[in-house]
């Protein structure tokens, strides 16, 4: 019991806690970021693949 009233006062799990929340954010931003530029990237490709067919 001495220990578990020694976790609830310890502040290392806050901390640990929030560094989780902060890197998931930073995770969830790179994924969005990479999926933006593959959207934008298969449109410029899908643009280039018309102008050729239509110059042929």
């Known amino acids: 019991m ?3 009233y020694r976790l609830m006062r310890s502040t290392r799990a806050a901390t ?3 560094y989780g929340l902060i890197l998931a954010l930073i995770f969830l931003a790179a994924v969005v ?3 933006n530029f ?3 990237a298969n449109g410029m490709w899908n643009s280039i693949s ?3 067919e239509n110059n042929m």
Do not use: I, L
């Open 2 to 4: 001495r220990k578990f």
């Open 33 to 35: 970021s990479v999926g």
């Open 50 to 52: 018309k102008a050729a």
């Open 38 to 40: 593959a959207n934008s």
């Open 16 to 18: 640990a806690v929030e």
